[in-house]
């Protein structure tokens, strides 16, 4: 595996994918929204982009909107 500082955002998050428990314990999808939003709130305190862009990405791929009306 590559060390974290030479990896892109694409290959962190395959990683995260592949072996979510290793990055959030218990594997559920609340514990994988907490840690979502952490990296989310980390990377604009930081100046980067953080998950700008992911929900419309998810909203195109599902093919509907996941939020509730």
Known sequence: MKPLSEMTERDYFAR???RPGMFVGK???HMLTAFLT???HHAHRHGGH???GWHDWL???RERD???A
Do not use: H, K, M
Request: neutral net charge; charged residues 10%; proline residues 6%.
């Open 38 to 40: 952490g990296y989310d």
């Open 16 to 18: 995260v994918g592949q």
């Open 66 to 68: 996941c939020n509730p």
């Open 59 to 61: 909203v195109a791929r």
């Open 50 to 52: 953080g998950l700008t």
């Open 27 to 29: 594997t559920s999808f």
